[in-house]
T-cell receptor, first 112, second 112 residues
Framework: DQQVKQNSPSLSVQEGRISILNCDYT??????FLWYKKYPAEGPTFLIS?????DKNEDGRFTVFLNKSAKHLSLHIVPSQPGDSAVYFC???????????FGSGTRLQVQP | NAGVMQNPRHLVRRRGQEARLRCSPM?????VYWYRQLPEEGLKFMVY????????ESGMPKERFSAEFPKEGPSILRIQQVVRGDSAAYFC??????????FGPGTRLLVL
């Protein structure tokens, strides 16, 4: 049973445009959400997070939106740059437990 | 501040041998987590440890796998009598008491 789902395996956008990566979850106990970026043969790099008490968090070009009623979150990257090309993982946790549950990832390709 | 260190980066073992994977957390972090990534999949939680204590091992296979985080030295993930299905990337993460986990570069285990 996949508790965190990233339904788009890949996404291609033009440099300078907005990239929107989506993530759905089923476990209502999840109260903290994170996005990681991963290059081949490297570990995941933390990008941005959001607590369930908020519906938006922004850090530079990255914004995460959380819709608790829909159990949906999204990561917006604007403007997209070729260096953003990587696999993006959504992760969720119940802060009482700490173990992260990851989605299967979305491969973002930013075309110059 | 050095990041999470893992060694070795690559490990080749024959079936039946033992694999030992090491993880040194970021300075000041007392929480360590191990995750496994099979090809084309997301990361799966294995175990969460604090110094000298296993806090959550709900993701660990029941047999052959063990983990420790001694008072001195790195955390160790030990796989006894490896099988081909153990071939994967193993990632360690560490965190302070907050929720955000920072990942190491991973150890890629290949079982021949």
């Amino acid at each position: 049973d996949q508790q965190v789902k990233q339904n788009s395996p890949s996404l291609s956008v033009q440099e300078g445009r907005i990239s929107i990566l989506n993530c759905d979850y089923t476990n209502s106990m999840f109260d903290y959400f994170l996005w990681y970026k991963k290059y081949p043969a490297e570990g995941p790099t933390f990008l941005i997070s959001i607590s369930s008490i908020k519906d938006k968090n922004e850090d530079g070009r990255f914004t995460v939106f959380l819709n608790k009623s829909a159990k949906h979150l999204s990561l917006h990257i604007v403007p997209s740059q070729p260096g953003d090309s990587a696999v993006y993982f959504c992760a969720a946790t119940d802060t009482g437990r700490r173990a992260l549950t990851f989605g299967s990832g979305t491969r973002l390709q930013v075309q110059p | 501040n050095a990041g999470v260190m893992q060694n070795p980066r690559h490990l080749v073992r024959r079936r039946g041998q033992e694999a030992r994977l090491r993880c040194s957390p970021m300075k000041g972090h007392s929480h360590v987590y191990w995750y496994r990534q099979l090809p084309e999949e997301g990361l799966k939680f294995m175990v969460y440890l604090q110094k000298e204590n296993i806090i959550d091992e709900s993701g660990m296979p029941k047999e052959r796998f063990s983990a420790e985080f001694p008072k001195e030295g790195p955390s160790i993930l030990r796989i006894q009598q490896v099988v081909r299905g153990d071939s994967a990337a193993y990632f360690c993460a560490s965190s302070p008491p907050s929720e955000t986990q920072y990942f190491g570069p991973g150890t890629r285990l290949l079982v021949l």
